[in-house]
Protein backbone atom coordinates (compact mmCIF):
# COMPACT_ATOMS: atom_id res chain seq x y z
CA UNK A 1 0.00 0.00 0.00
CA UNK A 2 1.92 3.48 -1.03
CA UNK A 3 2.00 5.63 1.39
CA UNK A 4 3.08 8.85 -1.00
CA UNK A 5 1.25 12.23 -0.51
CA UNK A 6 -1.29 13.79 -3.25
CA UNK A 7 -2.69 17.13 -3.23
CA UNK A 8 -6.59 17.57 -3.19
CA UNK A 9 -8.30 20.44 -4.03
CA UNK A 10 -11.64 21.47 -1.98
CA UNK A 11 -13.72 23.89 -0.37
CA UNK A 12 -15.03 24.93 2.29
CA UNK A 13 -18.35 26.48 2.60
CA UNK A 14 -19.34 29.65 4.88
CA UNK A 15 -18.11 33.43 5.26
CA UNK A 16 -14.92 32.49 5.02
CA UNK A 17 -15.24 30.39 2.17
CA UNK A 18 -12.22 29.10 -0.33
CA UNK A 19 -10.26 26.67 -2.43
CA UNK A 20 -7.27 24.66 0.08
CA UNK A 21 -5.22 22.06 -0.25
CA UNK A 22 -4.75 19.69 1.42
CA UNK A 23 -2.26 16.41 2.34
CA UNK A 24 -3.97 13.03 2.18
CA UNK A 25 -1.33 11.21 3.75
CA UNK A 26 -1.73 7.31 2.93
CA UNK A 27 -3.50 5.38 0.29
CA UNK A 28 -7.15 4.89 1.99
CA UNK A 29 -9.08 7.44 1.82
CA UNK A 30 -12.88 8.55 0.90
CA UNK A 31 -13.73 10.35 -2.68
CA UNK A 32 -16.27 11.61 -4.86
CA UNK A 33 -16.07 12.11 -8.50
CA UNK A 34 -16.20 15.48 -9.59
CA UNK A 35 -17.32 14.47 -13.50
CA UNK A 36 -20.36 14.45 -14.85
CA UNK A 37 -19.24 10.76 -16.46
CA UNK A 38 -16.12 9.80 -14.87
CA UNK A 39 -14.47 6.46 -16.79
CA UNK A 40 -13.87 3.68 -14.64
CA UNK A 41 -11.51 1.31 -16.11
CA UNK A 42 -10.02 -2.55 -15.83
CA UNK A 43 -6.48 -1.16 -15.95
CA UNK A 44 -4.39 1.98 -15.72
CA UNK A 45 -5.22 3.62 -18.71
CA UNK A 46 -7.01 0.48 -20.45
CA UNK A 47 -10.12 -0.58 -21.38
CA UNK A 48 -13.51 1.83 -20.29
CA UNK A 49 -15.50 -0.88 -18.65
CA UNK A 50 -18.19 1.31 -16.43
CA UNK A 51 -18.48 4.81 -15.36
CA UNK A 52 -19.84 6.92 -12.77
CA UNK A 53 -22.36 10.36 -12.45
CA UNK A 54 -21.06 13.32 -10.28
CA UNK A 55 -21.18 13.02 -6.65
CA UNK A 56 -20.85 9.57 -6.70
CA UNK A 57 -18.73 8.26 -3.64
CA UNK A 58 -15.67 5.99 -3.84
CA UNK A 59 -13.31 4.34 -1.82
CA UNK A 60 -9.53 5.54 -3.10
CA UNK A 61 -7.35 2.53 -2.06
CA UNK A 62 -4.44 3.59 -3.99
CA UNK A 63 -3.16 7.27 -5.37
CA UNK A 64 0.33 6.42 -5.98
CA UNK A 65 -0.37 7.67 -9.74
CA UNK A 66 -2.38 9.49 -11.70
CA UNK A 67 -4.54 6.70 -12.09
CA UNK A 68 -6.53 6.57 -8.64
CA UNK A 69 -7.63 2.76 -8.17
CA UNK A 70 -10.91 3.16 -6.57
CA UNK A 71 -13.69 1.06 -5.35
CA UNK A 72 -17.60 1.65 -6.28
CA UNK A 73 -20.64 -0.31 -5.38
CA UNK A 74 -18.34 -3.46 -4.19
CA UNK A 75 -15.94 -3.15 -7.82
CA UNK A 76 -12.69 -2.06 -8.12
CA UNK A 77 -11.66 0.12 -10.83
CA UNK A 78 -9.13 2.86 -12.53
CA UNK A 79 -10.17 5.87 -12.85
CA UNK A 80 -8.14 9.53 -13.51
CA UNK A 81 -7.62 10.73 -10.07
CA UNK A 82 -8.17 14.59 -11.38
CA UNK A 83 -11.34 14.09 -11.07
CA UNK A 84 -11.89 12.78 -8.08
CA UNK A 85 -12.09 14.94 -4.78
CA UNK A 86 -10.93 14.05 -1.23
CA UNK A 87 -14.33 14.12 1.16
CA UNK A 88 -14.22 13.73 4.81
CA UNK A 89 -15.09 9.95 6.44
CA UNK A 90 -18.46 9.03 4.90
CA UNK A 91 -20.89 5.83 5.23
CA UNK A 92 -21.49 3.82 1.92
CA UNK A 93 -21.89 0.37 0.56
CA UNK A 94 -18.49 -1.01 -0.49
CA UNK A 95 -19.64 -4.63 -0.98
CA UNK A 96 -17.44 -7.61 0.20
CA UNK A 97 -14.03 -7.49 1.58
CA UNK A 98 -11.50 -10.52 2.48
CA UNK A 99 -9.73 -9.87 6.21
CA UNK A 100 -6.14 -10.83 4.83
CA UNK A 101 -3.54 -11.73 7.65
CA UNK A 102 -1.46 -14.37 8.68
CA UNK A 103 -3.94 -15.52 11.34
CA UNK A 104 -6.16 -12.90 12.99
CA UNK A 105 -6.19 -9.09 12.90
CA UNK A 106 -7.89 -7.00 15.19
CA UNK A 107 -11.66 -5.57 15.05
CA UNK A 108 -11.58 -2.43 16.54
CA UNK A 109 -14.21 -0.17 18.45
CA UNK A 110 -12.66 3.18 16.57
CA UNK A 111 -10.52 3.68 14.12
CA UNK A 112 -7.56 4.04 15.97
CA UNK A 113 -4.61 1.37 17.27
CA UNK A 114 -5.54 2.61 20.67
CA UNK A 115 -9.65 1.84 20.52
CA UNK A 116 -10.66 -1.26 22.13
CA UNK A 117 -11.08 -4.87 20.07
CA UNK A 118 -14.13 -5.82 19.56
CA UNK A 119 -12.90 -9.43 18.69
CA UNK A 120 -10.59 -10.97 16.46
CA UNK A 121 -11.18 -11.86 13.09
CA UNK A 122 -9.70 -14.32 11.43
CA UNK A 123 -7.61 -14.70 7.80
CA UNK A 124 -10.05 -15.49 4.64
CA UNK A 125 -13.17 -14.17 6.81
CA UNK A 126 -15.75 -12.19 4.74
CA UNK A 127 -16.72 -8.75 6.25
CA UNK A 128 -19.50 -6.13 4.68
CA UNK A 129 -17.45 -2.69 4.23
CA UNK A 130 -19.85 0.13 4.67
CA UNK A 131 -17.53 3.12 4.73
CA UNK A 132 -14.54 4.48 5.37
CA UNK A 133 -13.59 7.04 8.01
CA UNK A 134 -9.65 8.60 9.19
CA UNK A 135 -7.99 6.31 6.79
CA UNK A 136 -9.64 2.82 7.82
CA UNK A 137 -12.32 0.63 6.32
CA UNK A 138 -15.77 0.84 8.36
CA UNK A 139 -17.24 -2.62 8.22
CA UNK A 140 -19.96 -5.03 9.71
CA UNK A 141 -18.76 -8.21 10.68
CA UNK A 142 -20.81 -10.99 12.60
CA UNK A 143 -23.74 -8.59 13.07
CA UNK A 144 -21.06 -5.93 14.50
CA UNK A 145 -19.98 -2.73 13.33
CA UNK A 146 -16.53 -1.61 13.88
CA UNK A 147 -13.03 -1.18 11.72
CA UNK A 148 -10.15 -2.56 10.10
CA UNK A 149 -6.71 -1.52 9.13
CA UNK A 150 -6.98 -1.19 5.28
CA UNK A 151 -3.46 -3.33 5.17
CA UNK A 152 -5.86 -6.22 6.30
CA UNK A 153 -8.50 -6.27 4.34
CA UNK A 154 -8.88 -6.47 -0.10
CA UNK A 155 -12.06 -5.80 -1.46
CA UNK A 156 -13.43 -8.22 -2.97
CA UNK A 157 -16.65 -7.40 -5.40
CA UNK A 158 -19.43 -8.71 -5.35
CA UNK A 159 -22.74 -7.15 -3.09
CA UNK A 160 -22.46 -7.30 0.36
CA UNK A 161 -26.15 -8.26 0.13
CA UNK A 162 -24.70 -11.78 -0.06
CA UNK A 163 -26.15 -12.97 3.20
CA UNK A 164 -24.20 -16.35 3.65
CA UNK A 165 -20.99 -14.76 2.78
CA UNK A 166 -21.06 -11.72 5.22
CA UNK A 167 -23.51 -12.57 8.28
CA UNK A 168 -23.28 -16.16 8.27
CA UNK A 169 -25.10 -17.06 11.10
CA UNK A 170 -27.01 -13.97 11.01
CA UNK A 171 -29.93 -15.63 9.13
CA UNK A 172 -31.55 -19.09 10.48
CA UNK A 173 -31.31 -21.25 8.37
CA UNK A 174 -32.00 -24.10 10.43
CA UNK A 175 -35.24 -27.00 10.49
CA UNK A 176 -36.21 -24.70 13.39
CA UNK A 177 -37.64 -22.36 10.08
CA UNK A 178 -40.85 -23.67 8.52
CA UNK A 179 -42.10 -23.18 5.15
CA UNK A 180 -43.81 -20.17 5.15
CA UNK A 181 -41.74 -17.83 7.57
CA UNK A 182 -38.13 -19.40 5.13
CA UNK A 183 -39.85 -18.11 2.10
CA UNK A 184 -40.33 -14.69 3.82
CA UNK A 185 -36.72 -14.13 5.45
CA UNK A 186 -35.44 -15.63 1.77
CA UNK A 187 -37.95 -13.21 0.11
CA UNK A 188 -36.89 -10.12 1.83
CA UNK A 189 -33.35 -10.58 1.11
CA UNK A 190 -33.99 -10.23 -2.27
CA UNK A 191 -34.04 -6.71 -1.56
CA UNK A 192 -30.70 -5.90 0.02
CA UNK A 193 -29.31 -2.58 -1.44
CA UNK A 194 -32.44 -1.35 -2.27
CA UNK A 195 -32.78 2.43 -1.58
CA UNK A 196 -34.88 3.72 1.49
CA UNK A 197 -37.69 6.24 -0.29
CA UNK A 198 -39.98 8.15 1.59
CA UNK A 199 -43.46 6.50 1.34
CA UNK A 200 -41.95 3.76 -0.84
CA UNK A 201 -43.33 0.14 -1.27
CA UNK A 202 -42.01 -1.17 -4.36
CA UNK A 203 -38.98 -2.60 -4.97
CA UNK A 204 -37.51 1.04 -6.77
CA UNK A 205 -37.11 2.32 -2.66
CA UNK A 206 -38.93 0.91 0.36
CA UNK A 207 -40.03 3.14 4.04
CA UNK A 208 -39.73 0.76 6.70
CA UNK A 209 -43.63 -0.12 6.53
CA UNK A 210 -43.28 -0.42 2.81
CA UNK A 211 -40.72 -3.20 2.66
CA UNK A 212 -42.73 -4.84 5.75
CA UNK A 213 -46.03 -4.76 3.47
CA UNK A 214 -44.72 -5.35 0.27
CA UNK A 215 -43.00 -8.93 1.78
CA UNK A 216 -45.96 -9.91 3.32
CA UNK A 217 -47.85 -9.10 0.59
CA UNK A 218 -45.89 -11.02 -1.80
CA UNK A 219 -46.66 -14.09 0.41
CA UNK A 220 -50.40 -13.84 0.45
CA UNK A 221 -50.50 -12.12 3.24
CA UNK A 222 -51.65 -8.23 4.02
CA UNK A 223 -50.67 -6.29 6.60
CA UNK A 224 -51.42 -2.78 7.88
CA UNK A 225 -49.54 -0.34 5.73
CA UNK A 226 -47.70 1.84 8.51
CA UNK A 227 -46.18 1.03 11.45
CA UNK A 228 -48.21 1.91 14.13
CA UNK A 229 -51.09 0.02 12.62
CA UNK A 230 -48.71 -3.10 12.14
CA UNK A 231 -48.54 -2.87 15.60
CA UNK A 232 -51.57 -2.68 16.61
CA UNK A 233 -53.37 -5.25 14.36
CA UNK A 234 -50.77 -8.17 15.11
CA UNK A 235 -50.31 -10.32 18.19
CA UNK A 236 -47.35 -8.58 20.09
CA UNK A 237 -44.27 -10.47 21.36
CA UNK A 238 -41.34 -10.13 23.59
CA UNK A 239 -37.88 -10.23 22.38
CA UNK A 240 -37.43 -13.82 23.79
CA UNK A 241 -40.30 -15.24 21.33
CA UNK A 242 -38.96 -13.82 18.03
CA UNK A 243 -39.56 -16.33 15.35
CA UNK A 244 -38.07 -15.51 12.15
CA UNK A 245 -40.61 -13.80 9.80
CA UNK A 246 -42.10 -12.26 12.86
CA UNK A 247 -42.22 -8.40 12.80
CA UNK A 248 -39.96 -6.59 15.13
CA UNK A 249 -41.20 -2.77 16.21
CA UNK A 250 -38.74 0.05 17.18
CA UNK A 251 -39.18 3.55 18.97
CA UNK A 252 -39.56 5.23 21.86
CA UNK A 253 -41.72 5.75 24.85
CA UNK A 254 -44.34 2.86 23.87
CA UNK A 255 -44.52 4.91 20.42
CA UNK A 256 -43.41 3.03 17.09
CA UNK A 257 -41.63 4.90 14.81
CA UNK A 258 -39.49 2.02 12.63
CA UNK A 259 -40.28 -1.33 11.96
CA UNK A 260 -38.55 -4.31 10.40
CA UNK A 261 -38.69 -8.09 10.17
CA UNK A 262 -36.71 -10.53 12.69
CA UNK A 263 -34.56 -13.27 10.36
CA UNK A 264 -32.92 -15.05 13.18
CA UNK A 265 -30.06 -15.27 15.84
CA UNK A 266 -30.82 -11.61 17.34
CA UNK A 267 -30.71 -10.23 13.60
CA UNK A 268 -33.49 -8.39 11.63
CA UNK A 269 -33.84 -6.60 8.27
CA UNK A 270 -35.25 -3.33 7.45
CA UNK A 271 -35.14 -0.41 5.65
CA UNK A 272 -33.56 2.28 7.52
CA UNK A 273 -33.54 5.97 6.91
CA UNK A 274 -32.78 8.19 4.04
CA UNK A 275 -29.52 7.69 2.66
CA UNK A 276 -29.71 4.04 3.50
CA UNK A 277 -30.61 1.22 2.07
CA UNK A 278 -32.56 -2.35 2.78
CA UNK A 279 -29.87 -4.17 5.04
CA UNK A 280 -28.85 -6.67 7.94
CA UNK A 281 -28.83 -4.69 11.70
CA UNK A 282 -28.76 -6.55 14.80
CA UNK A 283 -31.24 -6.52 17.95
CA UNK A 284 -28.64 -7.62 20.87
CA UNK A 285 -26.64 -4.71 21.11
CA UNK A 286 -26.75 -0.63 20.23
CA UNK A 287 -29.34 1.42 19.36
CA UNK A 288 -31.89 -0.99 17.91
CA UNK A 289 -31.54 -3.17 20.89
CA UNK A 290 -32.19 0.11 23.23
CA UNK A 291 -35.79 1.69 20.70
CA UNK A 292 -36.75 -2.30 20.38
CA UNK A 293 -40.65 -1.77 21.52
CA UNK A 294 -42.10 -5.71 21.29
CA UNK A 295 -41.98 -7.76 18.04
CA UNK A 296 -45.52 -8.55 16.07
CA UNK A 297 -46.44 -11.86 15.40
CA UNK A 298 -48.44 -12.10 12.20
CA UNK A 299 -48.46 -16.06 11.51
Not at 149 to 173: I, M, Q, R
Request: charge should be negative; aromatic fraction near 10%; glycine fraction near 12%.
Amino acid sequence: MSLSKRWIRYAITGAAATALSITVSGALYAGQVDASNLNLRSTPNGAVVDSAARGTKVAVIDNSSEWYQIAVDGQTYYASGAYINWIPECDFDLGLGTIKCSTTVNFRSQPNTSSSILSSLKNGQKVSIVGISDGWYKVVANGVTGYICPDYLDVNGGSSANKSEVFGSTVDTSANVDGIREDIIDFAAQFLGTPYVYGGNTPSGFDCSGFTSYVYKNMGISIARTSSDQRTTTENISMEELLPGDLVFFGSNNVVSHVGIYVGNGNFIHSPHTGSVVKYDTLTTGNYNLRFICGGRVL
